[in-house]
């Protein structure tokens, strides 16, 4: 669970933030502020895990409110999203411990995108504090949430098989269900974690972990019909089992 | 008049526009030296120079004054072409191509661009042309020989004039080109009046609202016009933009279209790009898109858009409803392509039983 609140001098931004965090199940969002000096006095007393801020404000900026934070008690820093109305800032946000950085109006997808990266940074760092490697055999991405029609549907990654392109659509195989959404095939594998998942196909990416069989041509995953193997991508896949 | 001669060059396929740009001018000197070989025009006007009665000195004097002397050549130029017409092409065609590569290959490379070492060097080179045929028109001065001789410096001059008219030409071009930024910087003048903190901010607001009233549709329309929006805002700044990014925009600009008419089976769009990284102007394609959408009533509209091998595709199908198929905006893409892409592009629009077809190539590589 994340602990975080949510700074902008907009109150109905300060909606669209609620708004998607509800959904999160692993956020919890404590409070809003409409003046970022009163969220700073409230953060003093109140350390939370994760801010989200405007940068764009009449009395300090959000960048400011980040430099301002003082180190608080416990080793942990906390950590930023910084969401802006128009894009000047991005490179300046990215400088201090921000996470993500999102524009405005922030969709939800994008929004849980920036969530799943916080919470990501979060474990690696609890972690690291217990002395622990990092644990790269684990999906660290868990889920993705796609865009069906109005809706964001869940995808579960461990069972998701594979992917299949057509047109401009993906089309998203997780067990017997089947998730078309409007994406190119490049997107969808920015997406999706690059240690478990890889292109074989023109039109496919398929879950390493899914895969029972290298053919000459083709890759059997499941009990699903064969995916067709391109001779450009067969090499890299045989090196990706190799290691 | 021009105009639709330009339409119609446009019409001439890549390939060959582009080979006749760059080697057109090796073609003409080629046919015009072969031309020169095979003709048998000197024939006749030896027969003409040996009718004419002998000078006298006084005359042979007289003709050693350089002023004399242009214009007797002059005169026996038009004489020659009168007296051979046969010659008239490989005389024109050697004069024009020779001067166009010296203008191309050598004003430009040594004398324009180059530093004063290479400057040196041109004058040095046509010095010693000329000097040679000067030696030339010294010692010959009388009959055909002295004659031709004569002729090298009205093809001094004629070079120099070509090389001073193009020299011209090409400032002009990057005159345009200043044009073309010029209103390049009114749009972000433009644009700076829009602020675009408070266009989104507003934006984000609505949104806002609509996402907590509950709605569906009307946040999801907001999203994507706010996209549409960031994309022209930023995106115009650069002069080249990622062929994916502009894939994405377009796909979505026609999304968002098709929601707008409420007829989304009356528009389909399909695309195709073999994901090697190309550069494109940006939103040099929305208008021609843009003009069929708003052509579209209860028909169909078609688009197929690809982009392979550093050449992109664009085709339109759309109904003819209004008489008049080039709108103003159009006119302001083939000027844009005629800029960006001089002999690297085609668009036909074709009128064919009320339904219009659009058709775009570009070579992109640049």
């Known amino acids: 669970m994340l602990t975080c609140i949510a700074i902008d001098d907009e109150p109905i931004a300060l909606d669209v933030v609620r708004f998607h965090a509800n959904k999160v199940p692993f956020l919890d969002l404590k409070q809003t502020f409409v003046n970022a000096v009163e969220a700073l006095a409230y953060l003093r007393d109140n350390p939370v895990d994760l801010v989200f801020t405007d940068i764009n404000m009449p009395d300090i900026t959000g960048l400011d409110v980040a430099r301002l934070l003082p180190p608080g008690e416990s080793k942990r820093q906390t950590m930023f999203i910084f969401t802006t109305a128009y894009a000047e800032h991005a490179v300046k946000g990215f400088e201090l411990n921000a996470v993500d950085y999102l524009v405005k109006p922030i969709d939800f997808g994008r929004f849980l995108q920036a969530a799943n990266r916080a919470n990501d940074r979060y474990d690696a760092e609890t972690r690291q504090a217990a002395g622990q490697a990092p644990d790269t055999r684990k999906i660290p991405q868990t889920t993705l949430f796609v865009k069906d029609g109005y809706d964001y549907v869940r995808i579960d990654l461990a069972e998701l098989l594979f992917v299949e392109s057509e047109g401009n659509y993906l089309m998203f195989y997780e067990g017997d269900k089947k998730v078309v959404t409007r994406m190119t095939i490049a997107e969808g594998l920015s997406q999706l974690p690059a240690s478990h998942f890889m292109r074989v196909h023109k039109s496919y990416i398929v879950n390493l972990k899914h895969i029972d069989k290298i053919e000459r041509h083709q890759v059997l995953v499941g009990d699903k019909l064969p995916i067709p193997l391109s001779p450009g991508y067969r090499d890299e896949l045989l090196a990706r089992f190799k290691q | 008049m021009i105009r639709q001669l330009r339409t119609l060059q446009e019409r001439i396929p890549l390939s060959v526009r582009q080979f006749w740009h760059r080697y057109g001018v090796f073609v003409i000197l080629g046919v015009s030296l072969i031309g020169y070989w095979l003709g048998d025009g000197e024939r006749y006007i030896n027969a003409y120079l040996?009718?004419?009665?002998?000078?006298?000195?006084?005359?042979?004097?007289?003709?050693?004054?350089?002023?004399?002397?242009?214009?007797?050549?002059?005169?026996?130029?038009?004489?020659?072409?009168?007296?051979?017409?046969?010659?008239?092409?490989?005389?024109?065609?050697?004069?024009?191509?020779?001067?166009?590569?010296?203008?191309?290959?050598?004003?430009?490379?040594?004398?324009?661009?180059?530093?004063?070492?290479?400057?040196?060097?041109?004058?040095?080179?046509?010095?010693?042309?000329?000097?040679?045929?000067?030696?030339?028109?010294?010692?010959?001065?009388?009959?055909?020989?002295?004659?031709?001789?004569?002729i090298a410096w009205w093809l001094l001059a004629w070079f120099m004039l070509y090389g001073i008219w193009a020299y011209f030409?090409?400032?002009?071009?990057?005159?345009?080109?200043?044009?073309?930024?010029?209103?390049?910087?009114?749009?972000?003048?433009?644009?700076?009046?829009?602020?675009?903190?408070?266009?989104?901010?507003?934006?984000?607001?609505?949104?806002?609202?609509?996402?907590?009233?509950?709605?569906?549709?009307?946040?999801?329309?907001?999203?994507q016009l706010s996209r549409l929006i960031r994309y022209q805002l930023e995106q115009t700044q650069t002069q080249r933009v990622d062929v994916a990014d502009e894939l994405r925009f377009v796909d979505e600009y026609v999304q968002f279209h098709r929601q707008l008419l409420a007829r989304e089976q009356t528009v389909s769009f399909s695309y195709d790009w073999d994901e090697q990284p190309a550069l494109l102007p940006p939103l040099l394609l929305t208008p021609l898109i843009d003009h069929a959408l708003q052509q579209a009533g209860d028909t169909t509209v078609t688009g197929t858009l690809s982009v392979r091998q550093q050449r992109l595709h664009l085709q339109l199908t759309y109904p003819a409803n209004s008489p008049n198929p080039d709108s103003e905006a159009i006119e302001n893409v083939r000027q844009r392509l005629r800029f960006l892409y001089p002999d690297q592009h085609t668009l036909n629009q074709q009128v064919v039983n009320r339904v219009a077809t659009a058709e775009l190539h570009i070579d992109l590589t640049s």
Not at chain 2, 79 to 108: C, D, H, T
């Open chain 2, 50 to 150: 040996e009718s004419t009665p002998k000078m006298d000195q006084y005359t042979q004097n007289r003709l050693k004054s350089s002023g004399y002397k242009f214009g007797y050549t002059l005169a026996y130029i038009v004489v020659r072409f009168v007296y051979a017409p046969e010659q008239a092409f490989p005389w024109l065609g050697l004069a024009w191509s020779l001067a166009v590569i010296n203008y191309r290959y050598m004003l430009k490379r040594f004398v324009f661009r180059g530093n004063w070492l290479s400057r040196a060097g041109y004058g040095l080179f046509a010095f010693t042309i000329m000097a040679g045929a000067l030696a030339n028109a010294i010692t010959l001065t009388t009959g055909p020989n002295g004659v031709n001789a004569t």
């Open chain 2, 169 to 223: 030409r090409d400032i002009n071009k990057t005159r345009r080109a200043l044009t073309e930024t010029g209103t390049q910087a009114e749009l972000t003048a433009l644009k700076a009046q829009v602020n675009p903190h408070f266009l989104f901010n507003s934006l984000n607001n609505i949104f806002g609202t609509a996402l907590t009233e509950g709605g569906h549709r009307t946040p999801d329309g907001v999203q």
